[in-house]
């Protein structure tokens, strides 16, 4: 499977500031995506990383607050925007690889937003 | 709407103990249910289930799907400490959206 790889792995952040999660994979790769999991909770998509076209934003995520860059087949990046902490999460890159739908995860980035 | 539940929600056990952790679910246009395991941030691919009946196994671990019955199970045999995790188990649709749905996982605790 891909090497998926995310920076930075770790963030305290202050209170309406933004932060920029990068995600690298080691081979091209069509589909991208990114996650929240809130404390206590299971994964959430965010929404799916498009090369060359805006993001798909699922119901409750918009692009003001959660703006997706794709520039190419290997690299995305999310900003979590005008940060509450409500926004500390653990957010988590993804890679589909295969035609069944499994998905492979990057390591994480843990946020805190204090 | 799409949904899958995980029971039982959290487990604690010996080691040596084996264990059954389930997972149902309700989804349109099934494709594939997969397991994962996470320990600290990432989850970890495990199986991924397609056909009804068949057993998917990795050493103590196996699993397998009932597509009539809209469920599925992992087996972790000879429980160790190292299997301590939250195990997760998603759905994946047919067609359009290729996103996973996430069940709320199962934290499983291995005692010694």
């Known amino acids: 499977s891909a090497v998926i790889s995310q920076k930075p792995s770790r963030d305290i952040c202050q209170r309406g500031t933004s932060l920029t999660i990068q995600c690298q994979v080691d081979?091209?790769?069509?589909?991208m995506f990114w996650y929240r999991q809130q404390p206590g909770q299971s994964l959430t998509l965010i929404a799916t990383?498009?090369?060359?076209?805006?993001?798909?934003?699922e119901s409750g995520f918009v692009i003001d607050k959660f703006p997706i860059s794709r520039p190419n087949l290997t690299f995305s990046t999310l900003t979590v925007s005008n940060m509450s902490p409500e926004d500390s999460s653990i957010y988590l890159c993804?890679?589909?690889?295969?035609?069944?739908?499994?998905?492979?995860f990057g390591p994480g980035t843990r946020l805190t937003v204090t | 709407e799409d949904k899958v539940v995980q029971s039982p929600l959290s487990l604690v056990v010996h080691e040596g103990d084996t264990v059954t952790l389930n997972c149902s679910y309700e989804?349109?246009?099934?494709?594939?249910l997969l397991w994962y395991k996470q320990e600290k941030k990432a989850p970890t691919f495990l199986f991924m289930l397609?056909?009804?009946?068949i057993e998917k196994k990795s050493g103590r671990l196996s699993s397998i799907l009932d597509k009539k019955e809209l469920f599925s199970i992992l087996n972790i045999t000879a429980t160790q400490t190292g299997d301590s995790a939250i195990y997760l188990c998603?759905?994946?649709?047919?067609?359009?959206?290729?996103?996973?749905?996430f069940g709320k996982g199962t934290k499983l605790t291995v005692n010694p």
């Open positions: 998603a759905v994946s649709r047919m067609g359009g959206s290729e996103k996973l749905v």
């Open positions: 993804s890679v589909d690889e295969g035609r069944l739908g499994e998905q492979y």
């Open positions: 989804v349109t246009n099934f494709r594939s």
């Open positions: 397609t056909s009804s009946g």
């Open positions: 990383a498009n090369q060359g076209s805006e993001a798909t934003y």
């Open positions: 081979s091209q790769v069509t589909m």
